[in-house]
């Protein structure tokens, strides 16, 4: 026997609705979930699944409900399942409120829904759904917490960097970062208490980090290697770049030898100047700066022929040294000497005698720098103590070096030969 089916009266209508709305309003509140969603952090911490639900009974009017059961014949006798799809919610809302909620929405989704009692006497919203929306109110205040926790952090993070992500829906992590990362995380509470618990981490991860950078400065003061030319070029390849800058290719690069990629790698303001200097020597500096920490070396996996190579990288001195004033004796603070000694012409027999002393223990002066050439020319005692230690000399590449301070050209050392002392 088919079943019949019963066409609502207006005055049916008006009434289910009325009471629908008397029973349940307490559930909607558009406004409030319309300014949540409005929120930056909205997007990233409330659930889609959840939320395209929970809206689409937001957007309910009583205008489209009583036009929803006008429009509708129901069958006899049973319950019956009204679907709040969110296309046809549009026309019944003001154009803000749609424009907002409808980046939240999938069109045709009918998982929110009424439900019309079998003698048609009651409109309900089913229990399971009611639980549904009491939890994502929960969840819509939550994310005003933790909104008003970012904002706070935003405006009060000062001249540290800050990054952060949740971890779940109650628990954020917060990170720093200065020279150094300084992580903490925060349980969901009240936001004013949040909000005392971020200063508080905040006061103490500058407090942390001042003594960082003070230990850097102090490491880096206690390295003999500040204003060593050689030492500035490895740290620079080792800042520019983040792959395949060995010991061998950094040596390779410097000199000027054979290198397969050298001409996609980040480049040094050295790169090919220390053609004279022996290889062990760079190899040697290299050693020296891990073990002051300036750099470090890091195992990395080739997998194109499986083997194992050390990686030279930056540390957190890398960047103090580079900028670190030039240690006395050093290559940099020799130039100096020698450019404010250049037109002394009162300078002491002894003064031009130390000077060219030192100038032949700083063999990367002369790669990267050529003046010293006017020390050289304005005092000839400084020429005539070169060419006596030439004369002396029995060392191969002393020999080498001393012929090209006389010759002012340390261009002239033999391009693509190792020369090793």
């Not at 969603?37 to 309910?60: G, H, I, N």
């Not at 549904?132 to 969840?139: A, D, E, I, R, Y």
């Not at 100047?273 to 195992?299: C, S, T």
Request: aromatic letters at 10%.
């Amino acid at each position: 026997m088919k079943e019949e089916s019963k066409v609502l009266t207006e005055k049916e209508t008006d009434q289910l609705v009325s009471d629908f709305f008397e029973n349940y309003g307490s559930y909607f509140n558009r406004p409030y979930y319309l300014d949540v969603l409005a929120q930056p952090l909205a997007k990233q911490y409330l659930r889609p699944s959840s939320l395209k639900v929970c809206l689409a009974y937001q957007l309910l009017t009583k205008e489209w409900l009583k036009d929803k059961l006008k429009e509708e014949s129901f069958l006899e006798n049973e319950n019956q399942r009204i679907y709040l799809e969110s296309g046809e919610l549009k026309n019944y809302l003001p154009k803000e409120d749609w424009d907002l909620a409808s980046d939240y929405l999938f069109p045709g989704d009918k998982q929110a829904y009424l439900e019309l009692t079998a003698d048609k006497k009651k409109l309900l919203l089913p229990s399971n759904k009611r639980q549904q929306l009491q939890h994502f109110k929960t969840s819509l205040a939550n994310c005003q917490s933790w909104q008003k926790l970012i904002y706070h952090i935003q405006a009060n993070h000062a001249d540290l960097s800050i990054n952060w992500h949740f971890k779940n829906q109650s628990k954020l992590e917060v990170t720093l970062t200065g020279r150094k990362d300084h992580e903490h995380a925060f349980a969901l509470k009240d936001p004013e208490a949040m909000e005392e618990e971020y200063d508080k981490f905040l006061a103490n991860s500058k407090k942390k980090e001042v003594n960082y950078k003070k230990k850097i400065k102090e490491k880096v003061a206690s390295s003999s290697l500040r204003g060593d030319l050689l030492a500035r070029a490895i740290a620079q390849l080792a800042m520019r770049n983040d792959t395949r800058i060995t010991p061998n290719n950094c040596l390779k690069i410097l000199r000027g030898l054979s290198y397969p990629d050298y001409d996609v790698i980040n480049h040094s303001d050295y790169d090919k100047l220390f053609r004279l200097l022996p290889n062990q020597e760079i190899l040697q500096v290299i050693e020296e700066m891990q073990k002051d920490g300036l750099i470090a070396a890091e195992e990395r996996f080739y997998s194109d022929y499986h083997v194992y190579y050390h990686e030279l990288v930056p540390t957190d001195l890398t960047e103090e040294f580079l900028n670190a004033e030039a240690a006395e004796g050093s290559d940099l603070a020799l130039l100096k000497e020698l450019n404010e000694s250049a037109n002394k012409t009162d300078l002491s027999a002894f003064n031009v005698v130390k000077l060219s002393q030192e100038l032949l223990q700083h063999p990367a002066l002369v790669c990267v720098d050529q003046s010293y050439q006017a020390f050289i020319d304005q005092h000839d005692l400084a020429r005539e103590y070169l060419k006596t230690r030439l004369q002396l000399t029995t060392n191969k590449f002393t020999k080498k070096y001393l012929r090209l301070l006389l010759e002012g050209d340390a261009e002239k050392s033999i391009p693509g030969q190792a020369v090793n002392a």
